[in-house]
């Protein structure tokens, strides 16, 4: 297998299990998902089963803030903190990105500050909502400058939705399909809001080959065009700010979603992602070596595998 640096990877270490627990958070009761076993040993092993010479690591869903600011940014110094120091254990395989405690404004902007000043994060990790708080929320405007000044990395990761339907498979089972509605739902509002011409210095990282974005993204041109000269919105350049993202290839990239990725971004915007330790191993070497072998991106392979990575987040 291809020598790969992977942008979407988890870790679950104790303070985030212990922020989960003290406020009552069961993984499975609100995810519908198992929540994986995990360790910094294990961790190390699959990196090396599966040839990961580099990882970005971040915390997945759920997102620990359930309304108590105070106790949401002592959660997230504490997380923040473990997590930096796995990374300097092992500085050549391992670097983070900074989990911020939205929807809290000001304490994220500080902690997005003390990941890059203090602790040495390579980017910053938001959920797609956080309390119902979507990524083009006005009110996120201070964090945005802040980042954009830092020409911040920032991985976007699914959560559990704002509201979904009750008495449905998928709000059951929220992998399935509302985890890339709600990121789906998340870059809409990123982009038809303008965020990425506001701040055009952000690199944002979208997940699962953009979730369903691909498939609307000229839709929301062409409706874009019918609500602008009826002044319901304002002008946004949509393919522009879709070519501005990054997407990772996490999940089931073949044989639909990679094609329909690619005909929206260019090659040099297409990363790798493992969403260890969620997905079994056996199942990632199988996708990683199947990828490998993609027509689709025969020309740009280690692009793909590690080299985009690597100047995105400055490994070079």
Known sequence: MLPTVDVHTHILPASYLKALDDLGIQTEKE?????????????????????????????????????????????????????????????????????????????????????YDELGALGV?????????????????????????RSAVVIIHPTAPAAAPEDTFTAELKPMYEFLADTTRSVIDLIMRGVPERYPHIRWVVPHCGSFLPEVAHRMVGISQILVPLHRMEQVDVMGCVRRLYFDVAGTAQPVMLDALIKVTDPTHILYGSDYPYTPVPMIAHAKEALEREPLIADCVQDVFSHNAERLFGLM
């Open 125 to 149: 990790k938001v959920p797609s909502n956080a309390n119902g708080v979507y990524l083009g929320n006005p009110l996120l405007a201070p964090l945005y400058e802040e980042l954009d000044l």
């Open 31 to 115: 995810d519908g998902f198992p929540e994986p076993r995990w360790s910094e040993e294990d961790h190390l092993a699959f990196m090396e089963a599966t040839n990961q010479s580099f990882q970005i690591v971040s915390i997945s869903s759920p997102h620990p803030h359930r309304g108590d600011n105070a106790l949401a940014i002592a959660q997230a110094h504490l997380i923040n903190d473990e997590t930096a120091a796995m990374c300097r254990r092992h500085p050549d395989k391992l670097g983070f990105c900074t989990y911020l405690p939205l929807p809290n404004v000001a304490g994220s902007v500080t902690e997005a500050v003390r990941g």
